[in-house]
């Protein structure tokens, strides 16, 4: 596994130029950064810019102004040192779970036994021991999703990548995974960044919380969640937090949560 | 006429990613999501196959309408319903096709037309797949063919056969060169916009991944497009066989398509009949196989069975 190092955004904006529109801007003089092996959590209402400051630190999208810096070198283009857990799970449904976690090693020169080795550990990491052979209609939503969380491990990235990977799971499912992704943070030792709209998922699993405001996209804050471990999500603690994110993310937050 | 529908059913734009696969309901979007169903069972690799045996699980309902319509013929010709000259019972067809067999070498002229088609087939639809893959991958390369092939398109195949004839003469080649065109515009299209089709989150996956251009073709775009490639064969297939007939009815003097316009100037109702039914019966064989290879390329979906 590669040493997680310090993931630095630096006075990042974004515009997109959408032709006979006025210039779009998107991000907005963002900087904050991700601590080697931490938890940081990127909350804000929808629009606020999110998931696309995500896409900038993937290396999908280099036409932005300021430095998104790991190691200290700025990030160009797509790399497997940083792994990726969309909303939708994204499995390609020709391929069976062992082929689509297999996939993210595709690029990487290794004999296919090792490979073959390192999935089905990851398979198993995630709790699907038994599932490899199955085609993706034949999982539920959360198996789904734990698979894109084994094929965006199984490089062993410094840093895993997470937009809204619970998002459309019930909220049953979505508590537990939230537990299992925990552990396989413990575990790995990685840098996690998660991109969310679900504050108590935000609290729950971070060590820095960074809220973001919309038109244009900035940050509003950043709370430093200073919690033991395991959370519990009732305690008054977690509720000051959560009560301060969601006034950060403006009144018309709170009144609705108020209602 | 037959002829047309190959260009005109299966017409649909070149450069319109809208249409898909009109002519075939079966058509399926190629990068379905696939819906989330909880699982029942770990053996899930081994997931029932839903193909139904012809006979099994209620295939053979099939059957009953063949063998109303045979009753039907038997009767109306028993009856002096229909002169036996345009209508000869089905007893004597099933005799005259024995005596075709046997004696006037009906299988020469069956395999004549099965290879014209096959070879047709062969050359038209690997032209058609590798120039839809590399003009779905290149946005130029389609520019460049787009208005070439739009127009040739048009030109209904029965309409290039006089001037191939002309070329290449009254042989094998001509046929095999105009089915050839039949059967790549269909193949060619649905490739092409299969692939126009091809999620785009899936191609954000590949890049995502480092997937080489090549490692992406292999494992995201092929696997993607195959299904309407599988339907489009089987479209186009059946297209050809269907104008195999006409092809050999217009020029040289062999075939079935050969036997059936001679039988008609000759007033050979039986022959014809007999030709017929073994055209009907080899297009059926030939959807069939198709069928099988399309249900094997979209194994991995959930499909509607009705």
């Known amino acids: 596994m590669a040493v997680p190092g310090l993931l630095e955004i630096r006075n990042v904006s974004k515009y997109y130029n959408i032709p006979e529109r006025p210039l779009l801007q998107v991000l907005d003089n963002t900087s904050f950064c991700v601590e080697p092996g931490a938890f940081v959590s990127i909350v804000g209402p929808s629009g606020c810019g999110k998931s696309t400051l995500l896409r900038l630190i993937l290396g999908l999208d280099d036409d932005y102004q300021g430095d998104i810096l790991l190691h200290g070198e700025r990030i160009v283009g797509p790399s497997l040192s940083r792994g990726i857990v969309f909303q939708d799970h994204r499995l390609l449904p020709w391929l069976t779970l062992e082929q689509n976690v297999g996939l993210a090693l595709e690029n990487v020169k290794r004999p296919a036994r090792d490979k073959a080795k390192t999935v089905r550990e990851h398979i198993d990491l995630v709790g699907l021991h038994g599932f490899e052979k199955s085609y993706p209609h034949q999982l539920s939503g959360g198996m789904a999703q734990r698979a894109a969380i084994a094929r965006g491990l199984v490089n062993r990235p410094e840093i895993l990548l997470l937009d809204e990977p619970f998002g459309a799971l019930d909220a049953i499912t979505r508590i537990r995974l939230q537990a299992e992704l925990q552990q396989i943070w413990r575990v790995e030792g990685i840098s996690m960044v998660l991109v969310t709209h679900d504050v108590e998922e935000a609290i729950f699993l971070s060590h820095k919380i960074i809220v973001m405001n919309a038109n244009p996209g900035r940050i509003a804050r950043e709370i430093l969640v200073d919690l033991p471990s395991p959370r519990d999500r009732a305690s008054n603690a977690f509720n000051e937090i959560r009560r301060e994110v969601f006034s950060l993310m403006g009144e018309s937050t709170v009144l609705s949560l108020a209602a | ?306």
């Open chain 2, 1 to 306: 006429m037959t002829v047309n529908t190959g260009t005109v059913v299966a017409g649909s734009a070149i450069l319109d990613p809208s249409t898909n696969s009109a002519f075939n309901p079966s058509a399926a979007p190629a990068a379905a999501t696939p819906t989330l169903t909880p699982i029942s069972d770990t053996s899930a690799a081994k997931r029932p196959r839903n193909a139904k045996g012809f006979f099994r699980g209620g295939g053979y309902i099939g059957i009953i309408l063949p063998i109303l319509i045979i009753g039907l013929w038997h009767e109306s010709a028993n009856r002096g319903w229909v002169d036996a000259v345009f209508l000869p019972p089905p007893l004597e067809v099933v005799k005259e096709s024995w005596l075709m067999l046997t004696e006037q070498d009906l299988l020469h002229d069956f395999w004549i037309s099965i290879s014209i088609v096959g070879q047709a087939f062969v050359y038209g639809s690997v032209l058609a797949i590798s120039l839809g893959l590399v003009a779905g991958l290149s946005r130029k390369v389609e520019l460049f063919f787009a208005p070439t092939l739009n127009t040739l398109r048009h030109i209904p195949s029965v309409a290039w056969l006089p001037l191939i004839v002309l070329w290449l003469g009254l042989g094998a080649p001509a046929k095999i060169l105009v089915l050839a065109k039949s059967v790549f515009f269909p193949v060619f299209l649905n490739t092409l916009q299969a692939i126009r089709h091809v999620d785009k989150n899936y191609i954000e996956l590949s890049r995502v991944l480092t997937l080489s251009r090549w490692k992406m073709v292999k494992r995201v775009i092929l696997p993607a497009v195959l299904p309407s490639i599988a339907v489009s064969l089987r479209y186009s297939a059946g297209l050809a066989w269907a104008l195999v007939v006409v092809a050999e009815g217009l020029s040289g003097l062999e075939g079935l398509g050969f036997l059936i316009f001679r039988a008609q100037g000759l007033l050979l109702t039986k022959q014809l009949l007999v030709c017929m039914i073994a055209i009907g019966m080899v297009g059926f064989v030939i959807d069939r196989g198709l069928y099988l290879l399309q249900r094997r390329v979209t194994r991995w979906k959930v499909a509607f069975e009705g």
